[in-house]
């Protein structure tokens, strides 16, 4: 198996840090933009796409500021690769920014950059920052 590598994404946001955490944390929030539906039990979190269903596990998370998943296959082959959200604010604009730091195959990577671009998109869009 092929390592994967890290990348990250920033994206600016027109939202207050507590709203977007709302969004990126609960499992109400991410079944607006993210996948169809969300369940949790615990720090394990199911993502749920027409036919298709992924488990993770909750790795860490600091309110008003970032949450962290691994996958639950990549948990198994005990792998370190998870996707993590960061809620940034700057200091000096307020500009609120979303990093997304995530992993991908090589070979996967624009693919994969462009399928948090789209979801990010309906983020936006939930929430009336588009």
């Known amino acids: 198996m092929s390592e994967k ?5 920033e994206f600016v946001i027109q939202s207050s840090p507590q709203l977007l955490y709302q ?4 499992p109400s929030g991410l079944s607006e933009w993210f996948s169809d539906n969300v369940n949790s039990r ?7 796409w027409d036919d298709s269903e992924e ?3 909750l790795l860490s998370k600091k309110s008003g500021e970032r949450i962290k998943f691994r996958w639950l ?5 005990g792998s370190d690769y998870f ?3 960061r809620i940034q604010v700057d200091e000096i604009t307020k500009d609120v920014s979303l990093m997304v730091t995530d992993f991908s195959d090589d070979d996967e990577i624009d693919e994969n950059k462009m399928l948090w671009e789209n979801m990010i998109s309906n983020l936006k869009h939930v929430l009336g920052s588009a």
């Open 23 to 26: 969004y990126i944390s609960t």
């Open 55 to 57: 488990e993770a596990k």
């Open 5 to 9: 590598i890290k990348y990250e994404l």
């Open 83 to 85: 996707f993590e959200m």
């Open 73 to 77: 296959a990549d948990d198994e082959d």
């Open 42 to 48: 615990g720090e394990m979190f199911t993502f749920i």
